[in-house]
């Protein structure tokens, strides 16, 4: 059983999800390739020579042949689906907020639309003709952690709030500063770091964000170039990770956090509140539901209460968010990606 990673259309967010994803399957037994008609954009912490099929090596349809599932981290274009034909596709991690364009129809061949929240789930079959749409089963009652208490400093808390997307963090940039403002005031003890990727990231993202670091000396930023293992650093070395995501659809900056250890501050929405137990792994915003975009639901915005929210989980309850239980790495993963074994193989 041979899986192919299809990641030319959006190699900085696509490469670096696939990669994570394509090491997983590999120590769960299968035989992964990935196919690229990009250059990569950043340094992916692998050789990428190795590991990727380009048009010069093989072409496209010949990569195609031989494979069991086509794996597209985004949608692909309904010509590639007809192209590719194979009536067992998956497509994974896709931002339910890009899809409106693709599920009306155009992905009939597709097997597999993956997402780790039933309500989510529940949305996408509905508004598309998509055969079939599975739910990673997330436990987020689990607590994960790599930090001894120890190794937290409440007097000086390391505060990130990751923009790791490539649309930003998938809220209005303003209302993410008044908000880190807002946590400022109430926490003026706490490190606070923002981190993006500066070739990801839209040209107006990096001048609103470099304009208001410029102007608020206290708050710092962090060039992270979506390797496999910058971003999964940043998490581990954080206290706590701020999330106010306002649309999200696979989650991966709350897996990822939680997987190193840290807690998250997020809305209390799908998928972020199958993600986070509260007062476990992090602590969840109350926000009313704004309905569905896409095939993906999205919160109403509370910016006050997320301040509140933060600066308690700052202030009060950072120590007892990182008193966890120690869950090894590689049986977090293997607990999460080993699902996709009932996926692939049916």
């Avoid at 041979?2 to 035989?31: E, N």
Wanted: aromatic content about 8%; hydrophobic content about 35%; glycine content about 6%.
């Amino acid at each position: 059983m041979k899986i192919g990673f299809d990641v030319q259309y959006k190699p900085h967010d696509a490469v670096y999800a696939t990669l994570r994803l394509s090491d997983s399957f590999r120590f769960l037994g299968y035989d992964t390739t990935l196919f690229s008609s990009k250059a990569p954009n950043h340094i992916y912490g692998c050789n990428w020579d190795n590991l990727v099929v380009t048009p010069n090596d093989m072409p496209y349809d010949k990569w195609l042949k031989g494979l069991s599932h086509v794996v597209w981290p985004v949608p692909p274009s309904k010509d590639v689906v007809q192209r590719v034909g194979k009536s067992i596709v998956t497509i994974a991690l896709a931002p339910w907020d890009c899809l409106p364009g693709y599920i009306k129809g155009s992905l009939k061949f597709c097997a597999h639309v993956v997402t780790p929240c039933l309500e989510n789930s529940a949305i996408v079959r509905k508004e598309s003709n998509i055969r079939d749409v599975s739910t990673i089963e997330w436990d987020s009652s689990i607590p994960m952690t790599r930090k001894d208490i120890g190794d937290t400093d409440a007097s000086r808390p390391k505060v990130l709030i990751p923009l790791h997307s490539s649309q930003g963090l998938r809220c209005d940039l303003e209302s993410l500063f008044n908000l880190i403002s807002g946590v400022q005031d109430r926490c003026p003890q706490a490190d606070i770091t923002i981190s993006y990727s500066a070739r990801g990231s839209p040209w107006e993202v990096k001048r609103a964000l470099a304009k208001y670091v410029k102007s608020n000396r206290n708050i710092k930023s962090v060039i992270d170039e979506t390797t496999c293992t910058s971003s999964l650093l940043l998490y581990g070395h954080s206290d706590i990770v701020l999330w106010p995501a306002e649309i999200e659809g696979f989650g991966l900056v709350g897996i990822e956090s939680i997987y190193m250890g840290t807690p998250v501050v997020a809305y209390d929405i799908p998928p972020m509140s199958n993600i986070i137990t509260n007062g476990v792994n992090g602590m969840l915003v109350s926000c009313d539901s704004g309905g569905s975009k896409g095939g993906v639901m999205y919160a109403e915005p509370n910016p006050s209460e997320f301040i509140t929210v933060a600066a308690n989980a700052i202030n009060e309850r950072i120590l007892d968010l990182n008193k966890n239980t120690k869950v090894g790495r590689r049986s977090v993963r293997s607990m999460f990606y080993s699902q996709w074994k009932k996926i692939i193989e049916g």
